[in-house]
């Protein structure tokens, strides 16, 4: 399923990272906020355990998600601020690295390092603001999937329509919870409307 927040605080952030002059903190900042929007949406019925903890007047049980069963995979690099923003909620998830570049000429994404941890019986959290094509979203989950999961989610921030249909054609079992979806991709293989590069965007490198 595709999950599309559309909402006028969401829309407001994502006009801030389609603006040229938005520099690249509060390009960062914002795709962090954009992130617990997608993370709070995502958890909506993620099942809780009941926690013995010590509070000011004794031991007591409370809920919690177990936080440890979720794992937190970024692809770098545009995807490392949306993994600060989910540590920052879920301070104990387990965060796992995929580093892809898409090829200029080709468009197809190229692993050049992976640093997943146990996937095995745990829930993914995949994220990576853009899907253009749905090359490295897909290839992404294919690794993950070797490795033996239950459930993975994907968070993204901006996709097109191409992308996300070959996405969950090709991986139907993946919720998608995407920011805003937008109109086409360009010649090169850019979202149309966009924001640009997002690694570039987010690290000064254009
Ligand atoms: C961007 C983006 C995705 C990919 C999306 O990364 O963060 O990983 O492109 O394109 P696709 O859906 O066609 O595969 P990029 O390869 O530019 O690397 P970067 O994060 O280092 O800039
Ligand atoms: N990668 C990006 O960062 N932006 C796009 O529009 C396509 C791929």
């Not at 545009?78 to 468009?107: I, W, Y």
């Not at 390092?113 to 899907?131: A, E, F, G, Q, S």
């Not at 690794?143 to 459930?151: D, E, F, N, P």
Request: charged share 25%.
């Amino acid at each position: 399923m595709i999950y599309e927040l559309s909402n006028p605080l969401t829309n407001t952030l994502i006009t801030h990272l389609r603006d040229k002059n938005t520099q690249a903190q509060q390009f960062r900042h914002t795709i962090a906020e954009l992130t617990k929007q997608l993370t709070y949406e995502a958890l909506k019925d993620f099942p809780l355990i009941q926690k013995n903890i010590a509070t000011w007047h004794g031991n007591k049980k409370f809920e919690t998600i177990k936080e440890e069963d979720i794992v937190v995979v970024t692809v770098l690099r545009a995807g490392l601020p949306m993994l600060d923003s989910v540590m920052e909620l879920l301070p104990n998830c387990v965060a796992g690295f995929l580093a892809m570049k898409r090829d200029e000429n080709t468009h197809k994404s190229v692993l050049y390092y992976d640093r997943l941890p146990k996937c095995k019986n745990k829930t993914i959290l995949l994220v990576d603001p853009m899907v253009a094509t749905g090359g490295s979203m897909c290839d992404a989950i294919e690794l993950i999937k070797s490795k033996g999961v239950s459930k993975i989610i994907s968070l993204n921030i901006i996709g097109s329509p191409e992308g996300l249909k070959k996405l969950s054609s090709k991986h139907p079992d993946v919720d998608i919870y995407i920011a805003q979806i937008d109109e086409k991709l360009d010649i090169n293989k850019y979202i149309i409307p966009g924001l640009g590069d997002a690694g570039d965007r987010s690290y000064n490198t254009q």
